[in-house]
């Protein structure tokens, strides 16, 4: 589905920050909670709260945000309408990918179990998480 370059344009420049607030406030009104966005955020991202709390603190645009993102390589499985646009459909990358948090939230707030919502999958942490060092032989 094609978006307007304006409104890309528009979505790439939305801060993180002014954004989270809202995903927060809508799942805990569902009965959900902060660490079940995180977690949530995390699957798609790969940013532990450390790095999530940098972004909001450094007012990163979605931009920014999902440009240092490592994202998840099942988000393709993230389908449906979210915003009146099918996420699969979304040719813009970025915005597709805020698409894809969006539809994420949207669906935690609604109950869907987690295992759904993560698409029956566990992120395995990126080497950029990784505590030990590799050693050289």
Sequence with gaps: MKNSNTHNQRIAKITFASVYPMYLEKVEKKGRTKEELHQVIEWLTDFDNKKLQELIKENATFEIF????SLNPNAHLITGVICEYHVEEIEDPLTQQVRYLDKLVDELAKGRKMEKILRGSKRV???RRC???PTSG
């Design 131 to 133: 505590l030990v060092p």
């Design 66 to 69: 999902f440009q240092h993102a």
């Design 125 to 127: 942490p990126s080497k």
